[in-house]
């Protein structure tokens, strides 16, 4: 009898091992980048109604859901502005058409109800350092803007004006307004895009001589402060948020290529921009660091790109994230798919990143561009990779 009972114990833990194993092979986040910024993807307009406005999300969820899709990536803080109740930043202009407007309601609250309704996660997308995207105009922004406040903060470069990284008051101040929504907000996930220090315009250099002087001389160079500065930012939000929610998902999708193995050799086969050297964003110290959560480079090329080949971006990636406990997703750029020879190239990419054991999802720019439906895309998706709906919480 003892040994029947000891047998029909180890049957049981045996199962239970299957099943979590097969639950966690039939786990994969498939998330959409939704833009405010600009009205790319939500709201279609500004000042629309608030009713309007939230008729706008339903559809973007049930979209996402009729799609077999599992999480949104929601950019709640596009400009130095909010898409939540804040104290520390003013309403979005992108809602109501004037930074500082109530829209009326709170946005991502309304939209973290239903979304959690559709069983569909949200992750907060946050622009750290944008004050405005287009225009170095000051009267676009609200007077109760943090650029008011403190304009010794205030970089111009280019036609843009933006918060200066290498002030470590600038640091505090965004990663207080994210611990906002850490606090306030039933989000599964923080995100930071690519923007860090500004892509560069030509030979202009960015104007952070005064601060290089006064916080960076014991650095070995500027560009090392630079980095430094996006390090001690990063490990900051990391910190904060882990010691408010250890569940807490924090991600980073920064631009596809760390360095090109022209100038290190531990860089991939490209010819392309560099985190590292232009973004000041060194990626795989903070994977190295345990920093992220997760990983999402924006890949947004197709294969065979004599630049930036995906299938050698993808392949470089998988190797990064081997060692170290960063979960992998891939940035995929649907916007490109109807300049792109191949019917089905996004389609196969998706089939590629299966193949790879540190991939474990997919994002796509963004949510306007996989409504335009390119080259079929949806029924390509909903009749292939994406048949059947999938979990997105990935088992560690």
């Known amino acids: 009898m003892k040994k029947i009972k000891i047998n029909f114990i180890l049957l049981l833990l045996f199962a239970v091992v299957n099943f979590s194993f097969a639950q966690k092979q039939n786990r994969e986040l498939r998330a959409v980048w939704i833009a405010s910024v600009l009205n790319i993807d939500w709201p279609s307009r500004s000042g629309l109604s608030s009713d309007r406005q939230k008729e706008e999300f339903i559809t973007i969820l049930d979209n996402v859901e009729k799609w077999n899709m599992n999480a949104i990536i929601i950019q709640v803080k596009p400009t130095a502005d909010a898409l939540y109740k804040s104290k520390l930043s003013p309403w979005s202009k992108y809602l109501t058409g004037k930074q500082g407007g109530d ?7 309304f939209i973290i109800e239903e979304a959690h309704k559709r069983n569909i996660e949200v992750h907060a997308w946050f622009n750290p350092y944008r004050l405005t995207l287009g225009s170095a105009n000051w009267e676009t922004l609200s007077p109760d803007n943090i650029a008011f406040k403190h304009r010794d903060w205030v970089v111009k470069y280019g036609n843009q004006l933006l918060l200066n990284p290498g002030i470590p008051e600038v640091t505090d101040y965004v990663v207080d307004g994210i611990m906002e929504v850490v606090k306030n907000y039933n989000v599964d996930g923080i995100h930071l895009d690519d923007y860090f220090y500004p892509y560069k315009i030509g030979t202009l250099e960015y104007p952070d001589y005064k601060e290089y002087a006064k916080y960076g001389i014991t650095y070995a ?6 980095r430094a500065n996006i390090n001690n930012l990063v490990k900051k939000l990391h ?4 010691a408010e929610n250890k569940n807490l998902e924090f991600g980073i999708s920064p631009f596809g290529v760390w360095r090109n193995k022209k100038t290190d050799p531990r860089g991939s086969e490209t010819r392309a921009l560099q985190n590292y050297d232009d973004l000041y964003a060194d990626v795989l110290y903070w994977m190295e ?12 090329w197709h294969r065979g790109n004599s630049s930036a080949d995906y299938t050698t971006l993808v392949e470089w990636w998988n190797e990064a994230a081997k060692n170290n406990n960063t979960d992998l997703y891939i940035g995929l750029g649907v916007y490109r798919v109807k300049n792109w020879k191949l019917e089905n190239e996004l389609i196969e990419q998706i089939n590629m990143n299966k193949e790879f054991s540190s991939i474990k999802g997919n994002i796509f720019f963004s949510y306007k561009s996989l409504l335009e439906n390119p080259k079929d895309i949806i029924n390509q998706l909903t009749s292939g990779p994406f048949s059947e709906k999938v979990n997105s919480k990935l088992v560690k």
Request: hydrophobic share 30%.
């Open 289 to 300: 660091k345990g920093w992220i959560d997760y990983v999402a480079p924006q890949l947004y």
């Open 239 to 242: 910190d904060k948020i882990k």
């Open 221 to 226: 160079s500027k560009e090392d402060w630079r």
């Open 103 to 109: 829209p009326g309601y709170d946005p991502l609250e």
